[in-house]
């Protein structure tokens, strides 16, 4: 079984400070990770995602991640935030070579950007 | 974007009543979700299906059955609804090999 943890559950940060969101994560296989982002009663969007080489991963809106296996974490940063960047986010995880289980998902970390 | 379309999109129903909600896809892919979202918990699996006719439970499938009798259908039924299934519910399809899912937009579901 695998399980996913996201450390906060609410982060206020000041427009154009970093932030980082964590997330770390529990699985007895290799695994893939992603990070989804949620706009207000909108559906959910890929940031971007891990499935192997590399392991510090760009996705879209300037938003990065660094995966670290010895740590099981995966967190997301992004170096100076934006009132738009207001959503919630979703840290993910699923056995590598995909599956048909779908993914496991974290109870979600809401950003909130203060002006 | 992926073509998944849920439908309804919202519904208010009352407690006991049967509900059915629509996931339909025109990407042909193989597996499809069906989630539920609630303040705190995050997403968690409901169903899931790996083929026409083929389908499983996933980590809170209790008072929910499914169906797929096309590949671009998936249904999502409620036999008798609970206020505990008020929630938005989404339905997913997975891109290939890599297990990364495009969602639809969310049908948000109140039972009075």
């Known amino acids: 079984a695998q399980s996913v943890t996201q450390l906060d559950s609410q982060v206020p940060v000041f427009e154009e400070a970093p932030v980082e969101l964590r997330c770390n994560y529990s699985?007895?296989?290799?695994?893939?990770l992603f990070w989804y982002v949620q706009y207000p009663n909108q559906g959910l969007q890929l940031l971007l995602k891990?499935?192997?080489?590399?392991?510090l991963v760009k996705g879209i809106n300037g938003f990065e991640a660094e995966f670290n296996k010895s740590q099981t974490s995966f967190h997301l940063r992004k170096p100076s935030v934006h009132i738009s960047d207001t959503a919630e986010y979703f840290c993910?995880?699923?056995?590598?070579?995909?599956?048909?289980?779908?993914?496991?998902f974290g109870k979600g970390t809401h950003l909130i950007i203060q002006p | 974007d992926a073509g998944i379309t849920q439908s309804p999109r919202h519904k208010v129903t009352e407690t006991g009543t049967p509900v059915t909600l629509r996931c339909h896809q025109t990407e042909n892919h193989r597996y499809m979700y069906w989630y539920r979202q609630d303040p705190g918990h995050g997403l968690r699996l409901i169903h899931y299906s790996y083929g026409v006719k083929d389908t499983d439970k996933g980590e809170v499938s209790d008072g929910y059955s499914v169906s797929r009798s096309k590949t671009e259908d998936f249904l999502l039924t409620l036999e008798s609804a609970t206020s505990s299934q008020t929630s938005v519910y989404f339905c997913a399809i997975t891109g290939p090999n890599t297990g990364e899912l495009f969602f639809g937009e969310g049908s948000r579901l109140t039972v009075l």
């Open positions: 993910a995880v699923s056995h590598s070579g995909g599956g048909a289980d779908g993914l496991t």
């Open positions: 891990y499935l192997s080489g590399s392991t």
């Open positions: 699985s007895s296989v290799s695994v893939y």
